[in-house]
Nanobody, 114 residues
Framework: QVQFVESGGGLVQPGGSLRLSCAAS????????MSWYRQAPGKERESVAR????????TYADSVKGRFTISRDNYKNTVYLQMNSLKPEDTAVYYC???????WGQGTQVTVSS
């Protein structure tokens, strides 16, 4: 079955960096566009970044453009999110998913605070 295991979150000061990882299983990873999402307390889950399965092209939410970078390793079935210049408003639980899946992992908590 489709499964996602996110890791790499933590507590970081404003301006700091974190690298999130998401290990996927249960499907042919290389064939799917992968995305990172986040959900802050009291808010809807939102898409943060996406990476294509075909040409590796990427798209980002305006709120993270220029600060976050999504990448993937098709040999490790893993998608990454490098987050730099973190802001308090980036505080959320971060999840990964693929196009067409309604399965969600446990997510990884990112807290940006001084």
């Amino acid at each position: 079955q489709v499964q996602f295991v996110e890791s790499g979150g933590g507590l970081v000061q404003p301006g700091g960096s974190l690298r999130l990882s998401c290990a996927a299983s249960g499907f042919t990873f290389s064939r799917y566009t992968m995305s990172w999402y986040r959900q802050a307390p009291g808010k809807e889950r939102e898409s943060v970044a996406r990476i294509s399965s075909t040409d590796g092209s990427t798209t980002y939410a305006d709120s993270v453009k220029g600060r976050f970078t999504i990448s993937r390793d098709n040999y490790k079935n893993t998608v990454y999110l490098q987050m730099n210049s973190l802001k308090p408003e980036d505080t959320a639980v971060y999840y990964c998913n693929r196009i067409g899946s309604t399965t969600w992992g446990q997510g990884t908590q990112v807290t940006v605070s001084s």
